[in-house]
């Protein structure tokens, strides 16, 4: 059906005799994407309650891997068995109406739809289904789940195409930027999609870029994300937000610069007073903006959690920075 597209948008264009009437998705893209197998095609059952359908388009698109192991099974059916086992553990242990995620990609390649209605959503280009997938983010963006853990290796070389494939296509149907690529832990305290493939995103975004004839726009204007701390990481990240869990009604916490178990015990109290989704000892992109988003900051905290991360001999910014100044400055103190 990705053909189907491709096909309709060239008798159009045909017809019209001029892209000039094109004015997005660009004439050069025409993305057809990978061939996507429906829920029918894997035998998902049918979802428990109406999937919400908004006519609105997604603004970005999430990457998560499965955390499932890396299986060497590289066969259509063992992604139908993976994607029949994500729904019954999202439909029978979570409670929810189907699949969280809009699609699904196996270490084979193969890319199958998530919760029923996402791939009709996705070909008309306008419209959305909620998903389940980010608390916060299921109703502005696509979450794709990637088979696997990726903290230590690389995806297998099928699903990284399939993925830029994807990536492409979505943001091709929807009108995404390149550069609206993000992963589960910039908006939550969690390891997904684990280290290694959170930090082939900058490729992810470039390659995606190039696969729909925009080359460079992948890396052009980048918002800064929220770095993801735990034990036993140290440094001056660390420092800014031990003296913003100070000023949360932490002391024990001495401002040291090292993630230690001290720490890592009051960002679990942190979390559980706050009511962030996971109470883990994970200081990533929920945990960050309440941090530095507290009343109790006026305290001469927030020039010491700055300090810690303004470059010596830099000039010091605004006394309540934005949190895309506290992300700049997290990020670039934490891969100097
Ligand atoms: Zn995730």
Redesign the pocket.
Known sequence: MGRWAVTRRGLILGVAGTAALTAWPSPAAGFAGPDIVDCDGWGARPNSRIVNVVNQRPVKI????T?TPNVDDLSRAAADRLARGIQDFHMDRRGWLDSGQHFTISRGGFVLEGRRRSLEALRSGRKQVEGA??TGQNLVSI?I?NEGTYTDTEPTGPLWDRLREMCAYVCDRYGIAPTEIF???DF?D?L??GDVLYGMLPRLRSEVATLLGRRGEGTAVRAASWPLLRMPRSGPSVQAAQHLLRAAGHPEVSADGDFGPVMESAVRRFQADRGTEEVNGLVGGESWPLLVAQPENADGVVAAALAAVTPRGAEAGPDTPTEETWKRLLTEATTA
């Not at 999430?62 to 891997?65: A, G, K, T, Y």
């Open positions: 999430l990457v998560h891997h955390a997938h980010c979450g789940e992963g589960h832990r939550k969690t997904c999609p």
